[in-house]
């Protein structure tokens, strides 16, 4: 198998196989095994498989149609009461949602992120739609499921964007 971080890819095309439970498992448990400013870890996670909760979240998430046919959605979710240091519950959510798409490719599973937080309508669409209280805050919907789609892994190091010891 090629190194997962470099075979990511954002597949948007799922089969109708469905994610099993040991799978989904293992998706959050690599999300939850991602550093965390001071172990704070202020993730939480909703996962969806019911077809008709799929199919809502493109009402609220203009990008994520390929729900409508995924077998499954993560939805990270960060809060910030409680922290000891609030202001990084988004670097720890994205470091979450960083892992659970290289354990999809370990899986033989594909994956898209789609980006929720910051923008307010879709963070107030998924509260509305998955019944969240108003201090968890949706950072990410992580549509999943077996490719329907192979793309190779792309070379995106670019020399031209790193600067050694100083700007």
Request: with cysteine.
């Amino acid at each position: 198998m090629d190194d997962p971080v470099l075979a990511r890819r954002s597949i948007r095309a799922y089969t109708a196989e469905p994610v099993t439970g040991d799978q989904v498992e293992s998706l959050l448990r690599a999300a939850m095994a991602a550093p965390s400013a001071g172990n704070q870890q202020p993730w939480r996670f909703v996962v969806v498989t019911e077809r008709a909760t799929l199919a809502a979240i493109p009402l609220v998430h203009p990008y994520s149609r390929m729900l409508e046919h995924a077998p499954l959605a993560i939805v990270v979710c960060g809060v910030e009461e409680g922290q000891r240091w609030p202001q990084y519950w988004v670097q720890d959510c994205a470091a979450a949602v960083e892992n659970l798409l290289i354990e999809a490719v370990q899986l033989d599973l594909g994956a898209v992120w789609l980006g929720v937080y910051p923008l307010d309508e879709r963070v107030q669409g998924l509260r509305r739609l998955l019944g969240m209280p108003d201090d968890v805050i949706p950072f990410a919907v992580v549509a999943v499921g077996h490719p329907a789609e192979n793309k190779r892994p792309a070379d995106r190091y670019d020399p031209a964007r790193v600067h050694r010891e100083r700007w």
